[in-house]
């Protein structure tokens, strides 16, 4: 079975532009995570979507952080306009309903802001 | 306060030494889940065991085994005859029953050396 699947593995880019992460969950799963990975502060839960609609997004950094999820099988983080603190490495997670059940996570995207 | 806690920041081994990674979790739910993920150089997070809060007995899987005291509120991992491929950072994670966040502990590092 396919895994959850990001999209670009890297980016790189300049302060100022636009960038957009890409993520297709599980087939089947309802709950859809995106998470910050940097080395001074960790994992970091930044919003989950429950069959597409946001329900925390208290770990949104800034009004330059958004996230949407058009529908089951499709979400992005957008972060506009980028800084070069936003560099840390975007992963995608999504599990099942039923509470208890473990986060599968995609590979993750590697994003450098120069 | 932090739900969950990895006191160790990086450990290293000679090949084929046994190595225990701690745990130590809060939680006031008396319903409640703890995982176990692996992040190898190549970045990917994997799952790698769950255990809920009714569940005490300990789980053996080849040279991996956990061990889960909810009496010190302790859920460790140990890897016996280590091997290289096992370096990696390990992290922790909690999940209550009243929601469905996951927390993370900060990682432990650990370098198996040939």
């Known amino acids: 079975d396919a895994g959850v699947i990001q999209s670009p593995r890297h980016e790189v880019t300049e302060m100022g532009q636009e960038v957009t992460l890409r993520c297709k969950p599980i087939?089947?799963?309802?709950?859809l995570f995106w998470y910050r990975q940097t080395m001074m502060r960790g994992l970091e839960l930044l919003i989950y979507?429950?069959?597409?609609?946001?329900?925390?997004d208290s770990g949104m950094p800034e009004d330059r952080f958004s996230a949407k999820m058009p529908n089951a099988s499709f979400s992005t983080l957008k972060i506009q306009p980028s800084e070069p603190r936003d560099s840390a490495v975007y992963f995608c997670?999504?599990?099942?309903?039923?509470?208890?059940?473990?986060?599968?996570f995609g590979d993750g995207t590697r994003l450098s802001i120069l | 306060a932090q739900k969950v806690t990895q006191a160790q920041t990086e450990i290293s081994v000679v090949e084929k030494e046994d190595v225990t990674l701690d745990c130590v979790y809060e939680?006031?739910?008396?319903?409640?889940?703890l995982f176990w993920y692996k992040q190898p150089p190549s970045g990917e997070l994997v799952f790698l065991i769950r255990?809920?809060?009714?569940?005490?007995q300990n789980e053996i899987s080849g040279r991996y085994s956990w061990n889960f005291q909810k009496s010190t509120s302790s859920f460790n991992f140990t890897i016996t005859a280590s091997q290289v491929v096992d370096s990696a950072v390990y992290f922790c994670?909690?999940?209550?029953?009243?929601?469905?966040?996951?927390?993370f502990g900060t990682g432990t590092s650990l370098t198996v050396i040939p």
């Open positions: 087939s089947g799963h309802d709950y």
């Open positions: 255990r809920n809060s009714f569940d005490e």
């Open positions: 979507f429950n069959n597409n609609v946001p329900i925390d």
């Open positions: 939680t006031r739910d008396t319903t409640y889940y």
């Open positions: 997670a999504s599990s099942l309903r039923t509470r208890g059940r473990p986060q599968h």
């Open positions: 994670a909690l999940s209550e029953a009243t929601g469905n966040q996951f927390y």
